[in-house]
Each structure stands twice: as structure tokens, then as C-alpha cells.
């Protein structure tokens, strides 16, 4: 997977999730920009002739005659295309083309070797299972590069890291490697109606990226417990004025409202849940002591599975008190009256 989308969105086919889906293309890639349609022409026929129509271009840029050609085709039905803007810049955008054309055993098409688009060749074309694009991001699933050769690429791609001097460099080289080693899976969600199975999809969703998150900067206990565990650090901290050690009582007092609005959902009472708690962690000398409220009893929140990602937990603490600021140091704010519904009209009386 790569941080570039589909050029054009004329290249959707799903349009209930905004992608671009091909089954089993054939992968072009090029280091230049493709404006010319006439390049792009000898290479379409040879894939037609071969008896397939499912093509993904990944180059520079796309644009012109060359992108209007393609999104005519694909319009029409004739053709069915993926144009990509290939990831990085420089010497890095070099390497990892390189490192797709290994993947889906295909040839970076590039002026220095040589090679011009017009002489491109089927064997020149990689292959892979599948490909996704959204506006963001593109996915290669099944690249038929041969194992080998992929090996091969791993352990240079090891060896530049062992090399490599620079902090920046090595970020960038591991995540090559993890690209190239990792793979991708698939996660199949079916349900037995559409909604419960858009529902499930959101889940899915929801969970990889808080993943995602957890893998930048690490977990935290959940339900509440990592902000009642951080409130103590304002037992310490004295305000100049009254108005400032109110300032500084709210914060604490808003830090246990998470877990108090979780329990207060369960029916129980907020305020002697997050005493409680406080209390088992320091008889307990853990910080990871907290409240399961499906199970309603006091656990070790991260051996129970109970946790959040700890970016998440920051910036939601950090966003909170961003707002709060900007409130305090607002005149007027703008808000939405609300409106109390009238009483229906009584029945009409019987004759």
C-alpha cells in the first residue's frame, strides 16, 4: 500500500465507497509524466490482443490527451483503467517503483535505461490479484513477482538500513521493508442485512485505526483510567489566584468524567466508581487498576483487554482543552434554540 490515489475520480467503480477496484490488471509503471495519448496506445492494443482489459498505470502524473483517452475508455466500457501517481519523490520515488515492479514482476519503464513508453512489451506489464485505490491511498493485493526476487529486495533493502547514517533515511527504508515483507490481508464482513452489515464494516473500520494509532504511539488503560490516573499531577500544582485554582479543580474534575459518564450508562453511580478505583490503585500500587462494566468488577484494564490508544486519549485531553481556551476567550457565542414541541391537536369530537 501506497500514500497516492486514484488520479481522477472518473476512475471510480464503487461509488458507495468512493474506490477504484480492478481484478487481476495488468500494472504499467513509468517514472515520467504520460501526456501523450500515442504512448499509451501500443501498450493498450498488446492488452487487448492478449484478451484482457483491466490496466493500472502508475506514473508521475497523468494528464492531458493521454488522461482524457483513458477516461473516455473507461466511460465507455472498452477499457477498464487505474491511473496512480507513483509514491515519493527523487531517488525515493526511484526506489520504490522499483520495489512494485519486483513485486508484481513487472519493469519500471524508464528513459534511463533506455526504454520509452511506446516500446513497452507484456512482459514489461506486472500482474497482481487485485488492486483498490481511493483518493488517498492505493492497495496491491497477490503482486506475481517471483519470491526470489523478492528476497532479494528485502535483504538489499536490510543492508541500506544497516548502511544508512541518517534517522530520516532508515524511517523510510524500514517502511519500504515492511511494505515489501508485511504483505496485506484481506478482512471479508458479511452480515445478514445491509445494514448490520454496514455497521460491522464501521467497526472494522473503527478498530484498524486505532491500530493504527496504537502502533505510533503505544496503549494506555481504557475506560476512563488513564485520565483519573494523570488528574493526580494537579495535586501538585497551586494556583496564583482562586480563579486560577478553580481553572485547575475543573480540569481535574472533567479528567473523571469519562469514566463516570461509562459507568453512569451502566446505571451505576460515576462518583463512587472513580473513588473506588482510586482507591484499589493505590492499595495496589498499579495505575492499571479500573471499572469493567460488563463484567462490573475492579480489573487490571490492560491484562482484561480493556485499552485505547494512547494518541487518541492525547488528543482528545489536548483538543478538549483547546476548545475550552477558545470558549473562555470568546464574547458571544452562536447556538441553537431549542424548540419545545407543540401539544397535538386534540381529536375531533364525534357527531
Known amino acids: 500500500q501506497f500514500d497516492r490515489g486514484y488520479i481522477s475520480p472518473y476512475f471510480i467503480s464503487d461509488q458507495e465507497t468512493m474506490q477504484a477496484v480492478l481484478d487481476e490488471p495488468y500494472v504499467l509503471i513509468h517514472d515520467k509524466k504520460i501526456s501523450a495519448a500515442s504512448d499509451l496506445i501500443p501498450a493498450l492494443e498488446k492488452i487487448v490482443q492478449s484478451g484482457r482489459r483491466n490496466l493500472l498505470i502508475i506514473a508521475e502524473d497523468v494528464d492531458g490527451e493521454a488522461l482524457a483517452t483513458l477516461v473516455l475508455n473507461k466511460l465507455r466500457g472498452t477499457f477498464n483503467v487505474l491511473a496512480v501517481k507513483a509514491p515519493g519523490f527523487g531517488d525515493r520515488r526511484k526506489a520504490m517503483l522499483q520495489d512494485i515492479a519486483i513485486l508484481t514482476g513487472g519493469t519500471v519503464i524508464t528513459e534511463e535505461m533506455g526504454r520509452k513508453l511506446d516500446s513497452v512489451t507484456l512482459g514489461d506489464l506486472g500482474r497482481c490479484d487485485k488492486v483498490s485505490s481511493s483518493k488517498d491511498d492505493t492497495t496491491i493485493i497477490g503482486g506475481a513477482g517471483s519470491e526470489d526476487a523478492i528476497k532479494g529486495r528485502v535483504n538489499q533493502i536490510k543492508a541500506e538500513i544497516d548502511n544508512s547514517t541518517s534517522d530520516y533515511d532508515r524511517e523510510k527504508l524500514q517502511e519500504r521493508l515492511a511494505k515489501l515483507a508485511g504483505g496485506v490481508a484481506v478482512i471479508g464482513v458479511g452480515a445478514a442485512t445491509e445494514t448490520e452489515m454496514k455497521e460491522k464494516k464501521h467497526r472494522v473500520e473503527d478498530a484498524l485505526s486505532a491500530t493504527r494509532a496504537a502502533v505510533e504511539e503505544g496503549i494506555v488503560p481504557g475506560g476512563g483510567v488513564a485520565l483519573i490516573t494523570v488528574a493526580s499531577v494537579l495535586d501538585n500544582v497551586k494556583g496564583n489566584s482562586p480563579e486560577e485554582q478553580t481553572g485547575i479543580n475543573i480540569v481535574r474534575r472533567a479528567l473523571e468524567e469519562p469514566m463516570r459518564g461509562i459507568t453512569r450508562n451502566a446505571g451505576l453511580d460515576g462518583a463512587v466508581i472513580v473513588q473506588e478505583v482510586l482507591r484499589r490503585q493505590k492499595d495496589a500500587g498499579s495505575t492499571r487498576i479500573g471499572f469493567d462494566v460488563m463484567s462490573e468488577e475492579y480489573v487490571d484494564m490492560?491484562?482484561?483487554?480493556?485499552?485505547?490508544?494512547?494518541?487518541?486519549?492525547?488528543?482528545?485531553?489536548?483538543?478538549?482543552?483547546?476548545?475550552?481556551?477558545?470558549?473562555?476567550t470568546t464574547e458571544a457565542l452562536v447556538t441553537d434554540v431549542p424548540v419545545k414541541d407543540k401539544p397535538a391537536a386534540p381529536p375531533m369530537p364525534e357527531y
Open 302 to 328: 490492560v491484562k482484561a483487554g480493556i485499552i485505547d490508544p494512547a494518541k487518541v486519549t492525547r488528543g482528545a485531553l489536548s483538543n478538549a482543552a483547546s476548545i475550552a481556551a477558545m470558549i473562555l
